[in-house]
């Protein structure tokens, strides 16, 4: 049945002239850089040596990490990068620098910062801080036209324009198997691919197809990580709203692109008959109904309902306010046998997995209807089908997304709707470790232990897990690596010290770890997005997470682990979350 009412706009505003002004300093750090030889000589454009036989080319582990191993799947290690900040040395040739580090120089370390602050930790970062360590003049070239390029578009067309615009880039790009001129280098490598792959008009430019295909998807999901970093700095005052949309980018792309097309407006040419606003309303409500549900429950554990089964006191660790306004989660959270606001919220996640696991059990023998294709008639004006909330394809998979993200809750949601047992129990197996975790230390500490483990895997391989724990104070300088032609050899050293088997890292295991970095990113940012009931801390967490800066991570999620994470920092006027939705006339 189609519905005759009409939703207003979802509205956002985006400071543009804040972020503009942002780009401009970036440019002149830039320059800076470069002129204080910041990136040292200009390298001269070479074609690499062919890669070693059977796998990407590789460099002395020497140049990256002395003694660091990697095991055989690019998503199951963390590099150790021991050594990245000894000062620059000159190999045993005499004819390069060894690789340099950001930290080596204010001058790169400044760019660093500024370049993720603004984009995210994203590969755009790595293009603009790579290109001012090698110094190539192309290379710089193209930076510079990346940035012009972006201010004119932002100029003419809105940050969120730009933002729908970069997005509908990436995914024509992905979908069609054609490279995009706007695509950044995608992964790590010498220079002088990175110039062929910037300059060529050849799909084979990218190297073979599995490496074409990972860097288009690579550019949806990174696209999508930027935007929604940007949207949580730039979105103003609109907590609330832009929380939302940061999140729904990281875990609902075309709704995401299409909630940026109405923040554009006219800008940005948004279809009419997209209804984005009433989808997020939709999913707005399934927040309240699985909170009221929370509520009940909560109730009947403490021995008491209210009439019509409400609960008599608001639900604590709830994400939303019940609809009467009474009764708020920083009230509740008083008088709670002298739990911690920390400890609420590590209870409604334990309780959350638990049911969600239920539901999926529940359900499994049943027909159950597709989420993607009920939120596309929910935006299409159609009225969804009415069930209980744990029985609604769309809530169980918000609630996937909200404990483990997207990327890692895939799994179990692709097992649900192919009934394939042993790819949900996967997925499961994965809920539970994260559930254990949060059952134990809490749910501040999620995100720190999530990406540590990248690097403990990498430790029983024989490497060391501490340096791990900074890599993306790094990653940017190690974007265009040395090739073999570039000065050649090595620096002397024993390329297999601390590495028994003689093995050595390879770029390809590199761009692994760094992509299964920037995906648990996305991750870890929906949860602390969707899980912490103050918006302005939820938004702080997500946009350090989102922009890999480890001090402002730990800062952010201090109030998550000690327990005050209700009140911190909340403005006024923002406690109730459903109101980044306009009403339906």
């Known amino acids: 049945m189609t519905t005759t009412t009409k939703t207003r706009q979802f509205r956002l505003h985006l400071d543009s002239s804040g972020f503009l002004a942002e780009?401009?300093?970036?440019?002149?750090?830039?320059?800076?850089?470069?002129?204080?030889?910041?990136?040292?000589?200009?390298?001269?454009?070479?074609?690499?040596?062919?890669?070693?036989?059977?796998?990407?080319?590789?460099?002395?582990?020497?140049?990256?990490?002395?003694?660091?191993?990697?095991?055989?799947?690019?998503?199951?290690?963390?590099?150790?990068?021991a050594g990245m900040n000894r000062p620059a040395e000159h190999d045993g040739a005499g004819e390069r620098p060894a690789l340099r580090p950001a930290a080596d120089s204010p001058d790169l370390a400044d760019l660093t910062r500024l370049a993720t602050a603004l984009f995210g930790a994203t590969c755009w970062p790595m293009m603009i801080v790579g290109a001012a360590h090698a110094g190539h003049p192309a290379l710089v070239a193209r930076v510079h036209r990346f940035l012009r390029q972006t201010e004119a578009l932002v100029r003419r067309q809105g940050l969120a324009g730009w933002l729908a615009m970069l997005i509908e880039d990436a995914i024509l790009a992905a979908e069609t198997d054609r490279p995009s001129p706007l695509m950044p280098v995608m992964r790590i490598m010498t220079p002088g691919q990175a110039v062929d792959q910037l300059e060529g008009d050849d799909r084979r430019r990218f190297g073979t197809k599995k490496q074409r295909l990972a860097d288009l998807e690579t550019y949806v999901f990174e696209t999508n990580r930027m935007a929604a970093a940007i949207v949580l700095r730039w979105g103003g005052d609109d907590e609330v709203g832009a929380n939302r949309l940061a999140a729904l980018l990281l875990t609902d792309t075309g709704l995401g692109l299409s909630l940026l097309r109405h923040v554009a407006g006219g800008l940005c040419r948004p279809d009419p008959n997209d209804r984005a606003p009433a989808a997020l309303r939709y999913l707005t409500r399934l927040d309240v109904a699985l909170d009221l549900d929370y509520a009940r429950w909560l109730a009947r554990q403490h021995g008491g309902e209210g009439e019509d089964g409400a609960a008599k006191t608001a639900p604590d660790g709830t994400r939303a306010t019940l609809p009467d306004g009474e009764g708020s989660v920083a009230d509740e959270s008083s008088d709670n046998n002298g739990e911690t606001e920390a400890d609420l919220l590590s209870r409604r996640y334990l309780r959350d997995v638990d049911r969600l696991l239920e539901a999926c059990d529940e359900l499994w023998e049943r027909r159950t209807h597709d989420a993607t294709a009920m939120l596309d008639e929910v935006r299409a004006g159609r009225t969804a089908p009415r069930m209980p909330v744990w029985h609604n394809p769309v809530a169980l998979r918000r609630v996937l997304d909200s404990l483990v993200g997207s990327w890692a809750g895939s799994m179990l949601q692709q097992g649900f709707e192919t009934r394939d047992r042993a790819l949900f129990d996967a997925g499961a197996s994965y809920l539970c470790d994260a559930r254990e975790l949060v059952d134990g230390l809490g749910l501040g500490f999620l995100p720190m232990m999530t990406m540590t483990t990248l690097a403990l895997q990498f430790e029983s391989n024989g490497g060391?897990?501490?340096?791990?724990?900074?890599?993306?104070?790094?990653?940017?300088?190690?974007?265009?690596?040395?090739?073999?032609?570039?000065?050649?050899?090595n620096s002397g050293g024993d390329d297999s010290s601390g590495d028994p088997a003689?093995?050595?890292?390879?770029?390809?295991?590199?761009?692994?770890?760094?992509?299964?970095?920037?995906?648990?990113?996305?991750?870890?940012?929906?949860?602390?997005?969707?899980?912490?009931?103050?918006?302005?801390?939820?938004?702080?967490?997500?946009?350090?997470?989102?922009?890999?800066?480890?001090?402002?991570?730990?800062?952010?999620?201090?109030?998550?682990?000690?327990?005050?994470?209700?009140?911190?920092?909340?403005?006024?006027?923002?406690?109730?979350p459903a109101g980044a939705v306009d009403p339906v006339d």
């Open 464 to 489: 060391s897990v501490g340096p791990a724990a900074t890599v993306l104070a790094h990653w940017p300088a190690i974007t265009f690596l040395p090739g073999r032609d570039e000065g050649g050899g």
């Open 502 to 576: 003689g093995r050595r890292m390879t770029k390809g295991k590199l761009n692994g770890y760094l992509r299964a970095y920037g995906t648990l990113c996305d991750d870890m940012a929906t949860v602390m997005l969707d899980r912490i009931p103050d918006p302005a801390q939820a938004r702080k967490t997500a946009l350090a997470i989102l922009c890999g800066d480890q001090h402002d991570q730990t800062e952010a999620l201090l109030p998550l682990c000690t327990g005050d994470v209700f009140t911190a920092g909340a403005p006024a006027g923002t406690d109730n």
């Open 23 to 81: 780009l401009e300093r970036l440019g002149r750090r830039f320059d800076g850089a470069l002129a204080n030889g910041a990136a040292g000589a200009a390298t001269k454009r070479k074609k690499d040596a062919a890669p070693a036989k059977g796998g990407d080319a590789l460099f002395d582990v020497d140049e990256l990490a002395d003694g660091a191993i990697v095991g055989d799947d690019p998503l199951d290690f963390a590099p150790c990068l």
